[in-house]
């Protein structure tokens, strides 16, 4: 029997994720970590981006946008500032803040705070996007 890790994805608005998957995969500040059943233990820094979880041979995708990870020997906890599991993204809304996020960088010049308070926002729809894409 293939070993699991308990991972729980947690929002301030509540759980998003909870169950028994054989590897965690996050986006890490300075890139993806992967963690395995009997990880060492963990805490690092979470950005915008796509966190994987794989159960038995299939994997299952949350957009993550900033937060935390925790690692213990039998539990990932991610600690994330906002979470959504692919098959729940509204893309029609993903996409119109895509939209929006893109005449908020036209409009305003390089260097100002609402140029990057855009690019993030951005960053965090294209994410969605791309997590949406895997809902199977």
Not at 8 to 28: A, D, H, K, Q, R
Not at 73 to 99: G, Q
Request: include cysteine; proline fraction near 3%.
């Amino acid at each position: 029997m293939e070993k699991v890790v308990n991972c729980e994805v947690i929002t301030p608005e509540g759980l998003v994720y909870s169950g028994e998957v054989n590897m965690v995969v996050v986006p890490g500040e300075v890139g993806e970590i992967g963690i395995l059943p009997l990880h060492a233990p963990l805490v690092a820094l979470l950005t915008v981006g796509v966190l994987r979880v794989k159960i038995g041979d299939k994997w299952e995708y949350v957009a993550v946008h900033g937060g935390y990870v925790e690692v213990k020997e039998d539990k990932v906890i991610v600690l994330a500032d906002a979470a959504e599991i692919a098959s729940k993204i509204d893309v029609e809304r993903a996409r119109a803040a895509k939209e929006r996020a893109e005449k908020m960088m036209k409009e305003a010049r390089e260097g100002e705070e609402n140029f990057f308070e855009a690019q993030d926002d951005l960053k965090r729809a294209l994410t969605r996007l791309r997590v949406a894409g895997r809902a199977g």
